[in-house]
């Protein structure tokens, strides 16, 4: 399917969405004095409004399936990750979550500061030992506190249908935390495609799949999240209409 039709839509949703969220940031400032709390509840607003605007203009939906699986306590949420989207898309979905994020970002003005307050989690992969142990200790608080952590295992977007490539960081943090391991599989790589400005209709299936216990062998824990979120993965890609990028 060409990208013509969805030209001035896509384009109308970007630069929407750029401009509403530097107002959210600008404006939303004092927040950074506030309760953590409050400037949670303000982020999962601007996501949802920012979903609104998604539906709205292109027409591309959002379903949720499987919310009965997300324990009670905090748990490790390790998504499938496609497109930026899901780094918004997935907060309103959460109670309290923090997410991994690369240690560059918190540099930026304003990104920076509001992820500080949201008390995300930096990750900084080219500092070797030492700054993996200050990423989980700084994961164990979010945990003492009662958070979900979202984690996206293989570290990068991939397009959908590319091989898998899960990174050792999952299988650290599932040691460290003992805390249930939540799958989640997704599309959105086929509506909201990376290194693109394309935005297509259509519906975003996110889909929490049942929790994986703590206290496994590191490799028998990543052999079945790889099979839970690749199986689930694929046979959304299937549902979409994609099946030649689903995976056997």
Not at 217 to 234: K, T, V, W, Y
Request: contains cysteine; positive net charge.
């Amino acid at each position: 399917m060409t990208a013509g039709p969805f030209m001035a839509r896509s384009l109308l949703f970007n630069v929407l969405f750029y401009v509403t969220t530097t107002l959210f940031v600008v404006i939303g400032s004092p927040l950074l004095f506030a309760p953590r709390g409050w400037a949670m509840a303000a982020l999962k607003v601007h996501a949802r409004f920012e979903l609104w605007l998604l539906r709205t203009i292109v027409g591309t939906t959002i379903e949720v399936r499987g919310r009965e699986n997300i324990p009670q306590g905090p748990c490790l949420v390790a998504s499938k990750h496609q497109s930026a989207w899901e780094t918004f898309a997935l907060i309103p979905i959460f109670r309290d979550p923090a997410l991994l994020m690369k240690r560059e970002l918190f540099f930026i003005p304003f990104h920076g500061w509001f992820s500080r307050k949201f008390e995300m989690i930096p990750v900084d992969r080219d500092k070797g030992p030492s700054a993996l142990r200050r990423m989980l200790r700084e994961a164990k608080k979010r945990i003492d506190d009662g958070r979900e952590i979202i984690i996206f295992p293989e570290g990068t977007r991939r397009p959908p249908g590319a091989p898998p490539d899960y990174k050792t960081g999952i299988m650290l943090l599932y040691d460290a935390l003992g805390v249930p391991c939540l799958p989640v599989a997704l599309n959105s790589g086929l509506f909201w495609p990376r290194r693109s400005v394309i935005r297509r209709p259509g519906t975003i299936v996110v889909e929490i799949l049942p929790p994986i216990s703590p206290g496994l062998p590191r490799d028998e824990f990543l052999r079945r999240l790889r099979e839970a979120i690749e199986g689930a993965s694929g046979r959304l890609l299937v549902e979409a209409g994609a099946p030649e990028l689903a995976r056997a």
